[in-house]
Every structure is written in C-alpha cells, then in structure tokens.
C-alpha cells in the first residue's frame, strides 16, 4: 500500500504519516522537511510532486491524502485582498484538485480502484472568522469536490472522503486561538479542549486504510462537537 501524503512535515500531516507508516503503509511525504518538496502557490508544483512520487513509488499509487494547506488571514480593508484569496485557493483547493485529477486518471488508466483523502475543515460548514473569507471558501469547495468524486467513480472503485477537524493543536492553531482570546474560543468546544493532531490523523488513517467501501462519499468530524449536523 502506497500512500502520497500532502503537507506531512508537521503537525496533523506528521501525525497521519505516523499512524500511516506504524501500520504498515509505505508513505511518500510532501514537504521539506519530511519528502519531495514542491511549492504549492505555484501552478506546476502538483503535477511536479505526482510525478516525483509516482516514481518514488515505482509506478503505482494507491492512496492520496490531501492535507497541505494555509490559514491566513485576509482582513477587508487590506489592499491584496483578492490577491490573498487567490493564493488560499491555490494552495488548499486547486492544488488539491489537481492531485486528484492525477490519481484518478492514474487509476482508470492501471484499471484499479485507489482512494482519496481530503482534509477540510468545520469551517467548511459553519464558516469562519471575518479574516477568513478564503479559507472557509475553499474548505467547502474540498468537502463539495469529495463528494462530486465519489459520486462519479464509486463504480470503478475509486473513494473518496474527507475529514473536517475543529481547532487542532498545530501551530496555525496556536496563532488563532492567541489572537482571538483562547478562553471564549475553548467555551465554544463542548469537549472543552482543541483536538491532539493524532485523533486527526487516527480518522485519516481509518478511511484510508480500513473504512468499507459503502462510506464513500463520508465527511468525518472531528470538533469536540463544536460543530454538529
């Protein structure tokens, strides 16, 4: 089992990559710190990466996980505004996207089944903060495409879900949760704390190994019911 990885060198996708590899998958990272770097504000870093991995992989990826993202803030009045919406969309969405194309065609072409991981966000249901336009825009836009994926292949054997975490102990976290008064945002988790990266990485690591194939199509969260629906 062959899994390529977005965004494994720290937080949540360290932790997928741990849980991954403990059991026994052969994982391929995205990162500069954990694989083959690639830069995804440029175009032509998605298709640079699948390459590189597929022949890492010696021609056969089973698994892809999108996990790389950016949380930046955008406030109204800033004067690159469109210009920092575009660049969120990039990294978290189109980027993603394209990896996706890329597996799927990689599959149809093998005539095997493979499975698709994406990990979005709650804000993707229940919005974000002011600052945080892009962001929330381009979460739901991941959850949308999941769906439009399983639903258009589950046929060929081709999954996809995705994982929707509340806040989690990252460092893009840890910024959010310091500028926008901790305290109130913790009141607002009925579990009372923000997730560990590894419960993160233990749903990722179900669907992408273990989950059956009727769940195709699933959105798992995991907020401390900050969120429910």
Same mark, same amino acid.
């Given at each position: ?13 360290? &932790?997928?990559? @741990? ?5 026994? &998958? ?10 083959? %770097?690639? #830069? ?5 870093? %998605?298709?640079?990466?699948?390459? &590189? ?8 990826? #089973? ?11 955008? %406030?109204?009045? #800033? #004067?690159?505004?469109? @210009? ?11 980027? =993603? ?40 825009? =381009? $979460? ?6 999941? $769906? ?11 999954? &996809? ?33 923000? @997730? ?8 990722? $690591? ?5 989950? %059956?194939?009727?769940?195709?199509? =699933? ?11």
């Amino acid at each position: 089992m062959t899994i390529l990885l977005t965004g494994s060198s720290r937080g949540i996708g360290a &932790a997928i990559r @741990a849980a991954l590899t403990d059991a026994g &998958a052969s994982v391929i990272g995205h990162g500069t710190a954990s694989g083959i %770097p690639a #830069d995804f504000a440029d175009p032509a870093g %998605p298709t640079a990466l699948w390459n &590189a991995a597929l022949e890492q992989a010696g021609g056969a990826i #089973d698994v892809l996980i999108n996990n790389a993202g950016v949380f930046e803030a955008a %406030p109204l009045g #800033d #004067d690159d505004w469109t @210009a920092q919406w575009e660049r969120t969309m990039r990294i978290n969405l189109t980027a =993603s996207a394209e990896l996706c194309r890329l597996a799927v065609l990689h599959w149809q072409a093998r005539g095997v089944g493979g499975r698709i991981v994406n990990i979005a966000s709650r804000a993707a249901y229940r919005g974000d903060s002011p600052a945080h336009w892009h962001y929330a825009a =381009s $979460k739901a836009g991941m959850v949308a495409m999941t $769906k439009t994926i399983a639903r258009g292949y589950a046929r060929e054997g081709i999954l &996809a879900f995705a994982v929707c975490p509340g806040f989690t102990m990252t460092g893009m976290a840890e910024d959010y949760l310091s500028s926008r008064g901790g305290d109130a945002l913790l009141a607002d988790i009925p579990l009372g704390r923000v @997730a560990a990266p590894d419960e993160i990485a233990a749903a990722a $690591k179900f669907l992408a190994l273990e989950a %059956p194939a009727s769940m195709t199509g =699933s959105v798992i969260d995991v907020n401390g019911a900050s969120y429910v629906r």
